[in-house]
Nanobody, 123 residues
Framework: VQLQASGGGLVQAGESLRLSCVAS????????MGWFRQGPEKEREFVAG????????NYADSVKGRFTISRSNAENTVYLQMTNLKPEDTAAYYC?????????????????WGQGTLVTVSS
């Protein structure tokens, strides 16, 4: 089972990016999904999560109102739409599948992880 994240890149402050995370299996239909990030010399932190059916989302305070998480179970894909990007958003972004139907904020609650996709925001 694999999670493949993509969509990172170099942008200027104020611009937007959309990250995608494709699962190799439909086994994640019943799992909450999350996006985490890890900046230079920082610990991995929760960014956004979505329940198994997409009915509920939760966000870190630092990204509320700017980032939107969504999912398409039919396409085995989770998205993270990022707008009004700031230099402090610079990080490697990781998608992950939770052990539960909802999306906890703790990385310990996630069983499967994709590789990171790098987002760099210049000022």
């Amino acid at each position: 089972v694999q999670l493949q994240a993509s969509g990172g890149g170099l942008v200027q402050a104020g611009e937007s990016l959309r990250l995608s995370c494709v699962a190799s299996s439909r086994m994640f239909w019943n799992n909450g999904m999350g996006w985490f990030r890890q900046g230079p010399e920082k610990e991995r932190e929760f960014v956004a999560g979505i329940t198994w059916n997409g009915g509920d989302q939760n966000y870190a305070d630092s990204v509320k109102g700017r980032f939107t998480i969504s999912r398409s179970n039919a396409e085995n894909t989770v998205y993270l739409q990022m707008t009004n990007l700031k230099p402090e958003d610079t990080a490697a972004y990781y998608c992950a599948a939770a052990r539960r139907a909802w999306a906890p904020t703790s990385a310990r609650e996630y069983a499967y992880w994709g590789q990171g996709t790098l987002v760099t925001v210049s000022s």
